[in-house]
């Protein structure tokens, strides 16, 4: 392997473990929030799962920015003026709607409230359209992208093939 795929794979893989971690603290503290994590019911939120899907992801969004910038992709820099985390926090709240919406969907449309159906409404389904929007809205907004043309390299606009 190249010296640049060693480094693109550490990236990759430091960038999972990253995302899993937050993925992982979110979970739990959705479901200790909202159902109480065996706690005899008492949680805090129990009722209010949209609130508690916020406060979560909102600690697990933290997390996945301070990681990613301070672990993953520490040896680069960014070309936004506030470090990119503007578009971060833009993005991660524009794709948390849609888990939100699924776990919306599934407590008021089909009438499911159980701990279960939570989490596979909102942190299978739901995470998996989220995590398919970020990957999305970063190839297009944060990331810039280079094409070697004629033996140049040509910045594309974001969005551009």
Do not use: K
Request: aromatic letters at 8%.
């Amino acid at each position: 392997m190249t010296p640049r795929g060693r480094q693109l794979a550490g990236e990759i893989g430091r960038y999972l473990a990253v995302g899993l971690g937050a993925t992982i603290v979110s979970f739990f503290l959705f479901n200790g929030l909202v159902h109480g994590l065996n706690t005899a019911d008492v949680a805090p939120l129990n009722g209010h799962p949209i609130p508690g899907y916020v406060i979560a992801n909102l600690v697990g969004t933290a997390i996945s920015y301070r990681g990613t910038r301070s672990w993953a992709f520490r040896h680069r820099s960014t070309t936004h003026l506030d470090g990119g985390r503007t578009a971060f926090v833009a993005i991660s709240v524009a794709t948390m709607i849609i888990p939100m919406a699924c776990l919306w969907f599934s407590r008021n449309v089909m009438g499911l409230d159980d701990p279960f159906s939570d989490n596979i409404s909102a942190n299978v389904i739901g995470l998996a359209l989220g995590n398919a929007g970020t990957v999305r809205a970063d190839a297009t907004v944060r990331v810039r992208r280079t094409r070697r043309s004629r033996g140049t390299r040509q910045r594309l606009t974001p969005g551009a093939r």
